[in-house]
């Protein structure tokens, strides 16, 4: 049941891709059996409530994390056997908001990074601190937390790598400024081929950009399908019971499908209306989606 | 690597060096005043690499501060290996501890030099008679004591590098192998307590004593710390009170270059042996 | 021009693009050799992944409605304007929507019909803003 909901990416184009990522930590079970499949350029959108396992899977992809079984791998680069050199196609923007050495300024810092980053491109990550309104004469250790987080963000983006890796990347900054950010972060997108994958608890925000969108609950990858594919097949219908009433029902499968099974139940399809992006993750997050 | 993190800890330590540097240029004020008011001038003395033993102990709180040591900050997610990082990370540490000891021991010298201290003389002490002790208060009797000749030892001029270096890889160890610093520290010497308490209520003077003891081997034994920091001078060098009132110095025994050798090798061995598996837990993660 | 998009709305968003392309043609909003905003700056507009809107602007050239110029952009094809296959393809779209809508609500389209004349005929009284 569970690969039948699964679309079929294929694995020859992932940026993206781990295999039966399995992590425990004592009893708890942060991921099980994760199969993700981010294809080349796109967007993928991971939902999933605090403590489902992005983090977890973020982690394993830079080989930070040593899974109990199963594999990640980064354009092909299977990352526990070479983790820099998966890194170093690799922005990532962690959860925490500790950008580096307080000491340092942000100028600093930046320049520190770009000494690891052949790719690093001065001139942009100029631009983009202006973009950001980040001083870099101001100490990274006195950064407010919206600030660290653009700090994040520049080196994240500065060496223009072809995967991105963003765990809550608006997370601490204003409303104007997400918006701001993600503007950026589409400019970037079209400035060179990038293969993004955004965690992100405000997925209303991003629901615009993102193009594939993979549900965690519980460790467990639920649900992993296109943007067309969850419009299609995620939808609220407005169904007539046995006994006369109406009632809302969100479903989860191809409409003839789901008018089949509540036919069977005796209830009768009066509308089916497609659901925005947010509404079908989150109604895909919760348990109680029929399919 | 290594040059972007001799960079990074050489921006991440400006503050407290600076600050040291104001600290030197005080002190070189009242030393050369008092000294200038005719009191004697200063000596070289493997006591003052207690500093240098210090300093290299709590450096590593300065080269790891806002590093995200055990999650998954900036350091861990650059693409070099992990473990080499880390290791490039402490030696660039280690490459500035010993610069500013080679500025403070010159510091120190010119200043010897310069108030005609006692640089690599001989020197005469007073110790204490073997198979004696020090009764409480420090009280002595002058028959207790003999005077001998302390020949030069150049090699303690080495001290302070030793000292420093073995200090810096336990505190490195530390810093890079321990999640939760306060608790090992807190912990063990709680224990300590324990076992103490716990020997006391039963009446057994030995359990009660015994973490005592084991602290001052470990910091004062043959092979302590102390001989890692300051080649013994600084437990074995001390204070008596003579009947008649005066104040001598007085050495409890004289300090063996072998002892210090063997410490020295021996903590910094065990230093960096723990260096290499604090770093490990942050190497790269590896299918078994 | 001004596009936006409908996060409800369950098309794929690249045909949203090339539906508002081909409304501001119609109402002229966009002329002949217009340029449209480049990729880049569509997607930071509307804050979508840029292959969208590359994927619009294609389905566009194929149509022949826009053409691109080497190293300039996207431009809108000389033919190309308010013209009346386009504003029956604009009403087309306009009437599948409402349509779909009454048969969601148990409407039948004779109902819609008499109801869409009846209230243009009302508008008609108000002031006779009937375009053109």
Request: aromatic fraction near 4%; include cysteine; proline fraction near 5%.
């Amino acid at each position: 049941m569970e690969g039948a909901m699964h679309a079929d990416l294929g694995d020859g184009a992932c940026a993206v891709a781990t295999h039966g990522l399995t992590k425990r930590y004592g009893d708890a079970t942060a991921l099980a059996d994760v199969a993700l499949r981010v294809p080349t350029g796109a967007v993928y959108l991971l939902v999933g409530a605090n403590g489902a396992g992005k983090s977890t899977a973020f982690r394993a992809l830079l080989n930070l994390e040593r899974p109990d079984a199963g594999r990640a791998e980064v354009l092909g680069l299977d990352v526990s056997a070479r983790g820099p050199e998966a890194r170093a196609q690799v922005g990532y923007v962690p959860d925490r908001h500790d950008a580096g050495p307080r000491a340092l300024t942000c100028g600093e810092l930046l320049r520190y990074a770009a000494a690891y980053r052949p790719t690093w491109d001065a001139a942009y990550a100029d631009r983009l601190a202006r973009a950001l309104a980040l001083d870099p004469a101001k100490r990274v250790g006195a950064l407010s937390k919206g600030n660290a987080r653009r700090l994040q963000l520049l080196l994240a983006l500065a060496h223009r790598p072809p995967v991105l890796l963003l765990d809550e990347p608006t997370d601490g900054l204003d409303p104007l400024v997400r918006r701001a950010v993600l503007a950026l972060l589409a400019e970037h997108l079209a400035d060179g081929p990038t293969t993004v994958l955004i965690a992100t608890h405000h997925v209303a925000e991003v629901e615009s950009l993102a193009d594939h969108v993979g549900v965690l609950r519980g460790g467990r990858l639920v649900a992993q399908l296109d943007r067309d594919a969850l419009h299609r097949t995620v939808r609220r219908y407005r169904v007539r019971l046995a006994d006369g009433r109406e009632a809302q029902r969100t479903m989860r499968g191809e409409a003839r499908d789901v008018a089949a099974v509540l036919a069977a139940e005796g209830a009768e399809v009066r509308e089916a209306a497609p659901l925005r992006l947010e509404d079908g993750a989150l109604a895909l997050l919760q348990e109680e989606v029929p399919a | 690597m290594l040059r972007a993190q001799l960079r990074v800890v050489l921006l991440a330590l400006r503050w407290p060096a600076a600050a040291a540097a104001g600290l030197l240029a005080v002190t070189t004020v009242m030393v050369v005043a008092e000294w200038a008011r005719g009191r004697g001038g200063i000596d070289f003395n493997p006591e003052l690499s207690i500093i240098p033993g210090v300093v290299g102990l709590l450096l590593p709180i300065g080269v790891w501060r806002g590093e995200d040591r055990f999650g998954d900050g900036l350091l861990w997610t650059l693409p070099v290996d992990r473990r080499a990082h880390a290791l490039a990370r402490v030696a660039a540490g280690w490459a500035w501890l010993l610069l500013a000891l080679a500025v403070f021991q010159a510091w120190l010298l010119a200043l010897v030099l310069l108030t005609g201290g006692n640089v690599l003389g001989d020197q005469v002490v007073q110790v204490l008679a073997s198979g004696t002790t020090l009764a409480p208060m420090g009280a002595v009797e002058p028959s207790q004591l003999r005077t001998v000749r302390l020949p030069a030892e150049p090699a303690l001029w080495l001290v302070p590098f030793t000292a420093a270096t073995g200090a810096y890889a336990i505190g490195s160890a530390y810093a890079l192998g321990v999640r939760h610093p306060v608790r090992w520290l807190v912990g063990p010497l709680l224990a300590l307590l324990l076992v103490s308490a716990v020997g006391a209520a039963a009446g057994s003077r030995a359990l009660a004593l015994a973490p005592s003891g084991v602290l001052e081997t470990l910091m004062y034994g043959t092979y302590g710390f102390d001989t890692l920091l300051t080649a013994r001078s600084e437990s074995l060098h001390t204070v008596a009170r003579l009947p008649s009132g005066a104040v001598a110095p007085v050495w409890l025994a004289l300090p063996d270059l072998g002892h210090w050798v063997a410490a020295t090798l021996l903590w910094t061995g065990g230093g960096l042996a723990a260096l290499w598996l604090a770093a490990s837990r942050h190497g790269e993660r590896r299918r078994a | 021009m001004l596009v936006t998009l409908d996060p409800r709305d369950e098309r794929p968003l690249y045909l949203q693009i090339v539906e508002q392309v081909r409304r501001a043609l119609v109402v002229g909003s966009l002329r002949a050799e217009d340029p449209l905003p480049s990729v880049r700056e569509l997607a930071a507009e509307l804050v979508v992944n840029p292959r969208t809107v590359l994927q619009a602007y294609r389905a566009l050239e194929e149509e022949g409605v826009v053409y691109v110029r080497r190293g300039q952009g996207t431009f809108v094809a000389p033919a190309v304007g308010g013209d009346d296959a386009g504003r029956r393809a604009l009403a087309r779209g306009v009437a599948e929507r409402a349509l779909l809508d009454a048969r969601r609500n148990g409407l039948g389209a004779a109902e819609l019909v008499a109801m869409i004349r009846e209230l243009a005929a009302g508008e008609d009284d108000d002031g006779g803003r009937d375009a053109r």
